[in-house]
Each structure stands twice: as structure tokens, then as C-alpha cells.
């Protein structure tokens, strides 16, 4: 049981991740990568006061990311090894600013739970804001270029692509998925569908992989806008963006007995405990109050409804999920009817 100081002190947690994403933010870790620094230093480099460069320091040094030594600071190991050792600094950078945008949503939680909004979101909030902002898009893009490498290692080492040349790969967004499927099936084209401003980094990111000829781009906004067709398969990986409506379009997409594959982290069916995912589906609910987790069994129902059949079920290797656990991913496959 928490005791009165336990229940103050929780209502301060989380100063831990807004210092730690400043510091992604500002490149902190890699400012003192090279070699340790007095805060006079850090200071003037980042554009902060001492007085308060120094509380922000001693901060991180409490929650285990910073070591100080006659006045000089450097990354603790456990920063070196999940932080400079794990992504970019601009892919840091980034899961920094979406983490800040994410605490402003629920900083004033007692009224966004009681908030009735107009509409619900056609559109993610993130989504808006790349297609509004080119420079956005590419940085996102690029961020998820190196996250997802591995998991579309996992994917093409997965799936089985024999007597498919035609491939749309929807929400697609830097092509990383697409050019592991053509390097590894040299008779495969994919369509990357995806908003506008998306497509431009994409295309830029494919062309400096020299796989331009065989990986082009449509641009739209697939949740409204119709899909192209005559398409062997269509694949959904890591999106998350099911309705029945959107499904019908991805079967019309598929020539008959065409196939689609929607790879996922799927929401489990049973009940809850895990701490980080409660805690998402909070901040899904406050952005959107319509949305429902996404489970199999739900998507499979959705599938069916929009006339798929010939189900398939199978898991690949866990990656890095939200929240820095790990992540069991599942490919769905089903058909249009052949004719």
C-alpha cells in the first residue's frame, strides 16, 4: 500500500521522462559524448542558465543517465548503452517530441477525461501534422527507417511471396518494409501508399537505396481516398488503421484470390495488466474517444464482413515495442474469392 508521501511523490513521476526527453531534445548526451564537460559548459552550448542547467543535471544524474566527477559531466553507462548505443540522435530527437506532444495531452487529464469533442479524428494527430509540414514528414520517415529495420528483416524472412509481382504496401511510409521484400524476391514491384509528404521522403530514401525502379509511390490518404488496383497482394505492416470501409477498398485493390497480409502488435484478447500498455491505450482514448483496441479476433471479424476469407495466423520474432518492452508481432493473412 502507497503511503501519503508515496501518493505526492507519484504526482511529480513525470518530471522523469519531460528531463529525459529534454535532454534527447536538446542532443545533451551527445554534446558530452566526446568528453565530459563542466556545466558551465553545457550551458552556454545548449543556451541554458547555470542555476538551472545544474538542477537539470543533478536530476539526470538521480535517475541513474549522467556521472559527475570534479565537476565534470558525461553519460552514465546506462545512457551509453540504451541511449547513444541504441538510435540516432535525430531518431531520438524526435521520440523526444512526440513524448512531450503526448505528456501536453494528458498533463491536464482531470479535463481532457471530461471533454466532449466535437468529432472524432478522421486522421491521426501525427498524421496532420506531417502532411501539413514536408520537413516533419522526412524526419518521421527517417525515424522509422531505423526502427523498423529489423522488423522488416523479420517480415520478408517471413513471408512467402512466390507467384506475387505485384505488391501494395499500404502506410508504407520510408519503404523500409518494401525494399527488404524486393531485395529478397527479385521478381517483386511494391506500391507504397501513403500521404503526400510522406511519399517525397520515401522516394527519397528508396532512390539513395538505388531501388527506385522497382519501389514507386502513391500518394493518399488511404483512410479516405480511393487505393489503386490489380495488386497480387496487399500488405499492412505496423499501421494499426482497420475498418470495414478500408477494407473493402484493400479487397477491390486485389486482383481475385488476391492476398492480404496485415502484420501487427495486436492488442491480446484477455484482460490487461501490462503498466505501458494501459497507459497507451489512456493517451489513445484522450486523442480519440472512439478508439478500441485492435485485436485479432476483431480484425478477423472486420476482414470478414468486407469479404475475405481463408484465414492464417502466424507470429514472428518479438522486437522493441513501446515503452521499451518487447513486442509480439502477428501476420494475419486471408483472400479475396477467386472467381
Avoid at 88 to 105: G, K, V
Avoid at 167 to 178: K, R, T, W
Amino acid at each position: 500500500m502507497a503511503s501519503t508521501d508515496e501518493v505526492l511523490a507519484l504526482l511529480d513521476q513525470p518530471i522523469d521522462g519531460a528531463a529525459v526527453g529534454a535532454a534527447l531534445e536538446l542532443g545533451l548526451f551527445w554534446l558530452l559524448e566526446p568528453e565530459p564537460l563542466h556545466a558551465t559548459a553545457i550551458g552556454k552550448a545548449l543556451g541554458i542558465s547555470e542555476t538551472r542547467c545544474i538542477a537539470w543535471l543533478r536530476f539526470l544524474r538521480s535517475i541513474g543517465f549522467l556521472e559527475e566527477s570534479q565537476s565534470l559531466w558525461r553519460p552514465s553507462q546506462t545512457a551509453r548503452d540504451s541511449i547513444l548505443g541504441g538510435y540516432s540522435a535525430a531518431t531520438w530527437r524526435l521520440l523526444a517530441e512526440e513524448a512531450r506532444e503526448r505528456l501536453e495531452t494528458i498533463s491536464d487529464m482531470a479535463r481532457a477525461l471530461r471533454s466532449v469533442p466535437d468529432a472524432a479524428p478522421t486522421t491521426a494527430g501525427y498524421v496532420e501534422r506531417m502532411a501539413a509540414d514536408l520537413d516533419r514528414a522526412r524526419r518521421f520517415t527517417r525515424m522509422l527507417l531505423e526502427i523498423h529495420r529489423g522488423l522488416a528483416d523479420e517480415v520478408a524472412a517471413a513471408l512467402e511471396l512466390t507467384g506475387v509481382s505485384r505488391l501494395m504496401d499500404l502506410g508504407g511510409g520510408s519503404g523500409v518494409v518494401a525494399m527488404a521484400l524486393v531485395r529478397r524476391w527479385p521478381d517483386l514491384s511494391v506500391t507504397v501508399v501513403d500521404i503526400a509528404n510522406v511519399c517525397v521522403a520515401g522516394r527519397e530514401v528508396v532512390a539513395e537505396a538505388g531501388l527506385g525502379d522497382r519501389i514507386d509511390f502513391h500518394a493518399a490518404n488511404f483512410t479516405q481516398d480511393p487505393l489503386p488496383g490489380g495488386f497480387d497482394a496487399v500488405l499492412e505492416c505496423d499501421v494499426a488503421v482497420y475498418s470495414e470501409p478500408l477494407f473493402g477498398h484493400v479487397r477491390d485493390a486485389l486482383v481475385p484470390g488476391g492476398r492480404f497480409l496485415v502484420v501487427d502488435e495486436f492488442e491480446p484478447e484477455e484482460g490487461v495488466s501490462d503498466r505501458a500498455r494501459l497507459g497507451w491505450r489512456v493517451v489513445r482514448t484522450l486523442t480519440d474517444p472512439s478508439w478500441t483496441p485492435k485485436t485479432v479476433a476483431r480484425t478477423r471479424d472486420l476482414l470478414v464482413r468486407a469479404g475475405f476469407v481463408d484465414f492464417a495466423e502466424s507470429k514472428l520474432a518479438e522486437q522493441p515495442g513501446v515503452g521499451g518492452r518487447r513486442a509480439g508481432t502477428t501476420v494475419l493473412e486471408c483472400r479475396v474469392p477467386s472467381r
